[in-house]
């Protein structure tokens, strides 16, 4: 069978951005993703180490092959772009998606904070995003990028994050890191390949 990969491109006055996905990235193989990302004018709030490790951790839980380069004008324009280079090249690598397992769901949990995420590679692209952070700049990139994600993959995504407990610490650094975490295991997980006919009463997952 072809390897499943992707890749996107995207170049404008404001950004340069370099993704690419290998959905069959061999067995037991569990390769660092190439992820450098550098942006001008840094907004307040916004750290652009933060969203490589958001990236970093979709691609090391889902054993995806492949990474991301990309450089902007600031951390507001290259962050708007992220999501739709990835889900693009996500979307590029799927194919038609004969065989896969189609739907997944994941709790994680790291010191008190909770995410669930769930997916189905459905061709109906939406994103319903509980992200129970305090509002900051962090928080809404994040659910800038997961929703393009979402709309460029045309995938269905539920994301929600929750501190539970008297000794739960509410960074939004480990929710950050959580979230890509549990959505590369639904990834990993609804990709999977387990027969041959596509997983729906249609006959398409378009």
Same mark, same amino acid.
């Given at each position: 069978?072809a390897q499943r990969r992707g890749k996107s491109e995207r170049k404008t006055e404001e950004v ?11 067995r037991g193989r569990r390769r660092k993703a190439e992820i450098t990302l550098s942006a001008g ?34 951390? $507001? @324009?290259?962050? !708007?772009?992220? #999501?739709?280079?990835? &889900?693009?090249?996500? +979307? =590029? /690598? ?78 939004? $650094? @480990?929710?950050? !890191?959580?979230? #890509?975490?549990?959505? &590369?295991?639904?990834? +990993? =997980? /609804? ?16």
């Amino acid at each position: 069978m072809a390897q499943r990969r992707g890749k996107s491109e995207r170049k404008t006055e404001e950004v340069e951005i370099k993704v690419q996905t290998n959905l069959d990235e061999p067995r037991g193989r569990r390769r660092k993703a190439e992820i450098t990302l550098s942006a001008g004018w840094q907004e307040p709030g916004i750290e652009v180490r933060l969203i490589e490790h958001f990236f970093a951790q979709v691609y090391r839980f889902s054993n995806f092959g492949g990474g991301m380069v990309g450089k902007g004008d600031s951390t $507001h @324009h290259l962050t !708007e772009d992220l #999501g739709i280079c990835w &889900g693009q090249a996500f +979307k =590029e /690598a799927l194919g038609d998606k004969a065989g896969i397992m189609r739907t997944a769901s994941h709790i994680m949990p790291m010191q008190g904070t909770v995410v669930t995420v769930s997916v189905d590679l459905s061709g109906r692209p939406w994103a319903n995003l509980a992200l129970n952070m305090a509002t900051t700049p962090m928080r809404e990139m994040l659910r800038h990028i997961l929703t393009d994600m979402a709309i460029h993959s045309a995938f269905d995504l539920f994301v929600k994050v929750e501190y539970l407990g008297d000794n739960a610490i509410q960074d939004e $650094h @480990h929710a950050i !890191e959580t979230v #890509g975490k549990a959505l &590369g295991k639904v990834l +990993k =997980e /609804a990709t999977r390949i387990e027969g041959t006919e596509i997983l729906s009463t249609k006959g398409t997952l378009e």
